[in-house]
């Protein structure tokens, strides 16, 4: 095996490996068709920032979501412009839909919409 490819081979593994916690791809999922604020996470997942925020950070520090900052908030998204997003995305196609999250957070009045 050429350096190249061992290295597309661990890379590939650093992100499986990220992905194989069931939150961060369930946010992985989620930002793919929404853009989301930490306490919405906080919502969604029923726990508490600091853990929310712990997860964001990985996602984060390896650029595969970006964030932006509006007013108090700072919303997250996946960056699509990240050198493996073909590969992520293809994984996550595979996923069910997860706009229920969303719709309910909608419904409770929970969902931070600023612009």
Not at 22 to 27: A, G, N
Not at 55 to 69: G, P, Q, S, Y
Request: net charge negative; with cysteine.
């Amino acid at each position: 095996m050429d350096k190249n490819e061992n290295t597309n081979l661990q890379r590939a593994s650093q992100l499986l490996k990220l992905l194989g916690d069931p939150t961060r791809l369930t946010m992985m999922k989620l930002l793919k068709s929404h853009e989301c604020c930490v306490c919405e996470f906080v919502e969604i997942f029923k726990m508490s920032q600091p853990a929310i925020s712990q997860h964001l950070r990985k996602l984060r520090d390896i650029k595969l979501v970006e964030e932006e900052r509006r007013g108090q908030w700072v919303f997250f998204s996946i960056n699509e412009s990240h050198e493996d997003y073909a590969f992520i995305n293809s994984i996550l196609e595979h996923l069910p839909k997860q706009d229920q999250s969303i719709a309910e957070l909608e419904a409770q009045g929970l969902r931070v919409c600023c612009q």
